[in-house]
Nanobody, 124 residues
Framework: QVQLVESGGGLVQAGGSLRLSCAAS????????MAWFRQAPGKEREFVAA????????YYVDSVKGRFTISRDNSKNTVSLQMNSLKPEDTAVYYCAARKYRDISRGRDEYTYWGQGTQVTVSS
């Protein structure tokens, strides 16, 4: 069992930055691929970024490429999402997710463990 707790959300003006963090419990964190998803009001939860178990391989949805960076620290059981040049359309609840495999997936159903979410609001 893995428990995920996100932090770092908040209100920011367009063009600003936020850094989300996700702390994971459990001794097998380094075996899991990790991802960030987001859900805006009235919309489906969508994939944002993922990172494999080693931290070497990453993948981003096109809308955040060049602005967001996902990273992990296996010694601290954490995964982070650095978000720069934020836009109002980035407003959503952001969720951290863990997959019981080492390689990346974009599929929501591929992730077994989820955090409670953290709100990110970008004002124009």
């Amino acid at each position: 069992q893995v428990q995920l707790v996100e932090s770092g959300g908040g209100l920011v003006q367009a063009g600003g930055s936020l850094r989300l963090s996700c702390a994971a419990s459990g001794r097998t964190f380094s075996n899991y691929a990790m991802a960030w998803f987001r859900q805006a009001p009235g919309k489906e939860r969508e994939f944002v970024a993922a990172i494999d178990w080693s931290g070497v391989n990453t993948y981003y949805v096109d809308s955040v490429k060049g602005r967001f960076t996902i990273s992990r620290d296996n010694s601290k059981n954490t995964v982070s999402l650095q978000m720069n040049s934020l836009k109002p359309e980035d407003t959503a609840v952001y969720y951290c997710a863990a997959r019981k495999y080492r390689d990346i997936s974009r599929g929501r159903d591929e992730y077994t463990y989820w955090g409670q979410g953290t709100q990110v609001t970008v004002s124009s």
